[in-house]
């Protein structure tokens, strides 16, 4: 089924009591302002003018829960006629687990909100606070137990590389999201973004920072855990903006393609366990699911080249499966 076109709006750094070593919302976000019922109106307005209906309305960046109740109201009140209308068909918000409560949630509810996504980050405590999250992990199981408890969807955001993390905590957290069951996820490598606290860290050298290369390691060794619990990964890496690209993004893990370096080295390993068993020197030829014929054979054709390397081999040819899964087979070994 098609996914429903998102209006976002954002909340920039609105409500929230602390400063993630990480972030900079504003210039993530790329505004400047506070959102209002206005915003909301503007935005549903236009998505009313140009023909659209069923959008889900998405309250992205900032601590929605935290902002004080009169402006939360204001913000869903203003979606009520397009809810009514049929031009918006589900709201979703995000905020921290630390600001997460049994009424705000029935609130939210009230106001027709479906989904809520939580930012869990990381479910390592020395990890949160070195982050400078000001939360802790049972207030993210908490928050997580609660929504689920409302009948709203729950969506829970981690990322890779925080300071004072490594590939075995950034798997263990993974881990323990799944054991949250929610229902989807997302996974934000750290970037070090301009003018952040992390930023700082980085250039005194009390933070090494998180490579494309090892975001693709860390994430390659997750997004299986993910897919054998059947919780999408609903983005992978963060979204490339205009300002990230031109260097604001200063180091860390931004890649505007991340999610398919990710799905490349996944299958790269995969590909590897079958070919453990060919004979050097062999012609060989791997079947994988139509739409990741491309990603098997990775940028540049990195993974047919390492391949081919590793295991000696004469030639590699990659060929869409008949069907459809996320198999890889091996259907021609020859000389
Ligand atoms: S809680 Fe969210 S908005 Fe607030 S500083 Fe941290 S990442 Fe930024």
Redesign the pocket.
Known sequence: MARAKIIPVFVP?LG?P???VF?D?KRISGSLLPASGKDVTAALESARDRGLSGVELAFYG??FTAVRPALQKELLAAAGPYLADGTVSSIRLST?PDAVTEEGLAMLKSHGAATVEL?AQSMDDAVLTASG?GHTAADTARAAALVKAAGLKLILQMMTGLPGSDRTKDTDTAKRIIDLAPDGVRIYPTVIVKNTPLEDMWRSGTYREHTVADAVAVCADILPLFEAAHIPVIRLGLNPTDALSAGDAVAGAYHPALGELVRSEVLRRRAAALLRTVPAGARVTLAVAPGRVSAMIGQHRRNIAVLTEAFGLSSLTVIPAETAGEDISLVDVGR
């Open positions: 750094h929230c602390n400063d993630c972030c919302q900032g601590s921290r930012g999250r």
